[in-house]
């Protein structure tokens, strides 16, 4: 059996495990469950579970925990969520409210399951150590070192940009200046040919008064 276990409270994730493996071990359950733990807002530990059917030989297979941080709830809070933890697996097994039991019921009642060597222990982070001066320095010039590769990144881009907008300007003026050539040779010709027939005519004295 598989427990994905999704765990977003700093209460031990292995100590949750345990304790939700060995309930769900009790009522001989077998399919794999998901699980997700997230803070409670009141001081007591709550859960919902899909429910099984046992006459249909379904069991439910997502069960939901809600547990009080430490500032928030009881320092321990092993028995209060042995005890969701139990009211809930009952659920996945298909065990309805108005079928429960007082260990179903009863938050003080201690599950079978529940044994001495299960603790429910609150993790804190560990806090980073103070920085050293030079710490501080070098993270300072690494900034630096990066503010500065951005910029000069950011010039080098601009600079490549427009020698790429000279460089097809160049080539449209090139473009222009064949066109302009050629149009001055083509008018060139013209011009010499009519040039010609100009002759031609004044010679016969065409243009005479």
Request: aromatic letters at 6%; zero cysteines.
């Amino acid at each position: 059996m598989k427990i994905t276990l999704i765990n977003k409270t700093k209460w031990s994730t292995p100590d949750l495990r345990k304790m939700i493996r060995a309930a769900l071990k009790s009522y001989d359950l077998k399919h794999d469950k998901h699980v997700t733990v997230t803070y409670a807002r009141q001081r007591s530990a709550t859960g919902r579970a899909l429910p099984g059917n046992p006459r249909l030989h379904r069991e439910g297979y997502r069960m939901r925990l809600a547990i009080p941080s430490l500032g928030n709830g009881a320092p321990d809070m092993r028995q209060d969520v042995a005890h969701v933890i139990e009211h809930e697996v009952a659920h996945l097994y298909g065990i309805g409210h108005r079928d429960m039991v007082g260990i179903h019921r009863n938050r003080q009642a201690v599950p079978d399951w529940l044994t001495d060597d299960m603790q429910l222990t609150w993790i804190e982070p560990p806090k980073p150590l103070p920085r050293t001066k030079e710490q501080v320095l070098q993270k300072a010039r690494l900034g630096t070192q990066i503010a500065v590769q951005q910029r000069a990144d950011k010039a080098r881009s601009f600079m490549e940009k427009h020698e790429y907008e000279v460089v097809k300007t160049q080539r449209e003026l090139d473009r222009y200046i064949a066109d302009a050539k050629a149009k001055m040779a083509s008018h060139e010709k013209l011009a010499a040919k009519w040039r010609k027939k100009v002759r031609y005519y004044e010679k016969r004295g065409a243009y005479e008064p």
